[in-house]
């Protein structure tokens, strides 16, 4: 969905580096959320923001942080990036009312890869 | 806690045959359920949600699938497959009243011609 963007796209780093997911959305849209993505594991969800000043962890947020600086803007967090970190991962935004309740959109994936 | 099974890794149809593609799900309560689709390269497209009302939803490209309560499936189906309909399919549920969604592993769909 061209409404909500991720950058970068794909992204090559070494093990203890810092490193940060960006993820911006046009959809106005107060809900944001984080995924991973791993071959045969589905999707599972990182952090979650209601609001801006509302963040909440996912079931797998360890080793994660994120920064939720305004509406449209949800970033994620590696402070120290390990291999198994290894993954892609989405951000998708949704709306608590109207046709689309309890949709999500989601943006492209960045693919992270840990070495 | 809520959790979602799609049994098949992989299912393989050819071009203008049935298809299904099976879901069941755990959740207390009444559940929202959803099926997403991913293309190569690309984030996960919205299909269909059940929310309450006719067990029968119907989605995008033609797809529909059957809440079916007793069971606790939720079934993907599309009468006449296309070869542009392979992809990743995701099922998702959500408790009531809640905006997390609980994915299943995912099913590959490829349609041969």
């Known amino acids: 969905d061209a409404d909500v963007t991720q950058t970068p796209r794909n992204r090559i780093t070494k093990t203890g580096k810092r490193i940060m997911l960006e993820c911006s959305q046009t959809?106005?849209?107060?809900?944001m959320y984080w995924y991973r993505q791993d071959p045969g594991l589905g999707l599972r969800l990182i952090y979650y923001s209601f609001d801006v000043k509302d963040i909440n962890k996912g079931e797998i947020s360890d080793g994660y942080s994120v920064s939720r600086q305004a509406q449209a803007k949800f970033s994620l967090s590696l402070e120290s990036a390990i291999p198994n970190q290894t993954a892609l991962y989405f951000c998708?935004?949704?709306?608590?009312?109207?046709?689309?309740?309890?949709?999500?959109?989601f943006g492209p994936g960045t693919r992270l890869t840990v070495l | 806690a809520q959790s979602v099974a799609q049994p098949e890794d992989q299912v393989n149809v050819a071009e203008g045959n049935p298809l299904t593609v099976k879901c069941t799900y755990s959740?207390?309560?009444?559940?929202?359920l959803f099926w997403y689709v991913q293309y190569p390269n690309r984030g996960l497209q919205f299909l269909l949600k059940y929310i309450t009302g006719d067990n029968l939803v119907k989605g995008s490209y033609g797809f529909e699938a059957e809440f079916n309560k007793s069971q606790t499936s939720f079934h993907l189906k599309k009468p006449s497959a296309l070869v542009s309909d392979s992809a990743l399919y995701f099922c998702a549920v959500s408790p009531t009243g809640f905006q997390k969604l609980v994915f299943g592993t995912g099913t590959r769909l490829l349609v041969s011609p």
């Open positions: 959740v207390s309560g009444n559940p929202y």
């Open positions: 959809k106005g849209h107060d809900r």
């Open positions: 998708a935004t949704s709306d608590p009312s109207g046709t689309h309740y309890n949709e999500q959109f």
